[in-house]
C-alpha cells in the first residue's frame, strides 16, 4: 500500500509515536487542580468532572469573583509552566522508536515535509527532539503553548497551525498518532491519519473509537509505503 498523493508532508504525534519517553500522567493530569490549590481555591469550587479545562474554566471563575483577576489571568501560564516541568523529569531518558529516524529521513528525501504535533510544551518537545540530533528533520515544531491553549490538540486548529507554518493545507498532510485525541484533530481538520500501536492504543482501543481508521505497528512500518 502506497501513501495517498494527495499528502505534501507527514507529521508526528511525539510521545508514544515518534519518541518513546516516560511521562508521570498522574502528576500531570492533576497540574491545574494542584495549581489551584496552591491558590487558595477551595476545593468545593473546582470543578473536576471534566477534567483539566473545567478545573481551568471553574478555578478561574472563582478567582474573579473574588476579587483575584491578575492571578486570574497569570492561572493559564503558570499551569503550562508546571506541565513542562513534570514533563522534563524524565526528559533525559526518551529517544526514538526504532525506524522512526530512517523513516522520517526517506520521507523528506522522497520530497515530503515533516513535522512534529504534540500536546507537550514547546521547551520539552525541543529538548528531546535536540537530545537525539533530529530536530534538524522537522520543518515545523507545534507544542500545547506555541499557540491559544484552546487552539492545543484536540482542537482541529492545532492542525490549522501546524499546516500553516508549512505552508499546506490540513488535507494536504498525513497525521501519524497514538492516541484519540490525535485522531479527532486529525478528523475534524480534514487531515489524513494512522494509528500507531506503540503508544497507549491497543488495537482494540482504534477499533472503539472507529473501525475505519487505519491502523500500523509503528512509523516505521511507512517505510514500505514510500520505497
Known amino acids: ?11 508526528f504525534d511525539m510521545d508514544g509515536t515518534f519518541m518513546r519517553t516516560k511521562i508521570d500522567f498522574v502528576k500531570l493530569a492533576n497540574v491545574v487542580y494542584d495549581e489551584l490549590i496552591e491558590f487558595g481555591v477551595p476545593e468545593y469550587a473546582i470543578d473536576r468532572s471534566e477534567g483539566a479545562r473545567g478545573e481551568l474554566e471553574s478555578g478561574t471563575e472563582w478567582l474573579m469573583r473574588n476579587g483575584r483577576g491578575e492571578e486570574a489571568r497569570s492561572l493559564r501560564g503558570r499551569v503550562s509552566g ?4 513534570v514533563e522534563m523529569e524524565y526528559a533525559g531518558i526518551s529517544k526514538p522508536f526504532d525506524g522512526a529516524v530512517d523513516t ?11 513535522g512534529i504535533l504534540t500536546r507537550g510544551g514547546h521547551t520539552y518537545a525541543e529538548f528531546i527532539l535536540r537530545r537525539s540530533n533530529v530536530i534538524e528533520l522537522f520543518d515545523a515544531v507545534v507544542g500545547r503553548d506555541d499557540f491559544p491553549e484552546e487552539e492545543a490538540k ?4 492545532a ?3 501546524l499546516g500553516g507554518l508549512l505552508g499546506l493545507k490540513p488535507e494536504e498532510i498525513l497525521f501519524i498518532g497514538d492516541h484519540k485525541i490525535d485522531w479527532l484533530t486529525a478528523r475534524d481538520s480534514g487531515a489524513g491519519f494512522y494509528g500507531v500501536l506503540t503508544g497507549g492504543y491497543r488495537l482494540e482501543d482504534w477499533k472503539a473509537a472507529d473501525p475505519d481508521i487505519q491502523i500500523i505497528e509503528g512509523v516505521a512500518s511507512l517505510i514500505k509505503m514510500i520505497e
Open 159 to 161: 492542525m490549522v497551525n
Open 104 to 114: 522520517v529521513k526517506l520521507l523528506r528525501k522522497k520530497g515530503y515535509k515533516t
Open 1 to 11: 500500500m502506497a501513501l495517498d498523493p494527495r499528502y505534501k508532508a507527514v507529521c
Open 154 to 157: 484536540p482542537s482541529p486548529k
Open 82 to 85: 508546571r506541565s513542562t516541568t
